[in-house]
């Protein structure tokens, strides 16, 4: 258990659906991430927030809202997704310093499927 | 664009032996490296990182090399067991902005 969650951890829409994923964070960080990764590529970042306001956004299609309502859970809000939406979707947080930095850890990702 | 690159897809290795792992990266504004270790099924893990003001840092087997004239960063695990099989991926940071590498799958041979 690394202290970051996700749900769920599998998930199964169609195209038209509506869906959000969930992330929390138990380990009193300031930073937290959303990652997309698709099978034989890198890990893309797609969104960053340093205390719950959005600090990078990676020209992620508007099909993808994040949410985070405060410094222990992001959301991540699903809708009209394409079928190469499909991929593990990654949560992180980090202890984030003056500079943005600071190691990142991950939570087990919610693997997505759209049909 | 930015990248991070691995020089090997796979790496096979026989238990107890020295593991190597290299990675490159392209920005030279990059300021924080983290290795990462992902099992099937499971997230990244942190292992290890290192700052540009370093050019070594040791873990326990492991160790991290930066080599910043070249922009080459390097991970090496010390006698190698099952339990270190895993997907294994570095990473390049400026800021909030990371860029990782397609990663190295790390067998090992008992």
């Known amino acids: 258990e690394t202290g970051v969650t996700q749900t769920p951890r599998h998930l199964v829409m169609g195209m038209t659906n509506k869906k959000s994923l969930k992330c929390e964070q138990h380990?009193?960080?300031?930073?937290m991430y959303w990652y997309k990764q698709s099978a034989k590529k890198p890990l893309e970042l797609m969104f960053v927030y340093s205390l719950e306001e959005r600090v990078e956004n990676n020209s992620v299609p508007s099909r993808f809202s994040p949410e985070c309502p405060n410094s222990s859970h992001l959301f991540l809000h699903l809708h009209t997704l394409q079928p190469e939406d499909s991929a593990l979707y990654l949560c992180?947080?980090?202890?984030?310093?003056?500079?943005?930095?600071?190691?990142?850890?991950f939570g087990p990702g919610t693997r997505l499927l759209v049909l | 664009g930015e990248s991070v690159g691995l020089h090997l897809p796979t790496l096979s290795v026989q238990e107890g032996d020295n593991s190597i792992i290299n990675c490159a990266y392209s920005?030279?504004?990059?300021?924080?490296f983290i290795w990462y270790k992902q099992e099937s099924g499971k997230g990244p893990q942190f292992i290890i990182d290192i700052r540009s003001n370093m050019d070594k840092r040791q873990g326990q087997r492991v160790t991290v090399l930066l080599n910043k004239t070249v922009k080459h960063l390097s991970l090496q695990i010390a006698a190698t067991q099952p339990g270190d099989s895993a997907v294994y991926f570095c990473a390049a940071t400026r800021g909030f902005k990371t860029i990782f590498g397609a990663g190295t799958r790390l067998f090992v041979k008992a």
């Open positions: 920005n030279s504004a990059s300021d924080y």
């Open positions: 380990l009193g960080h300031n930073a």
């Open positions: 992180a947080s980090s202890q984030a310093g003056g500079r943005g930095d600071g190691a990142q850890y």
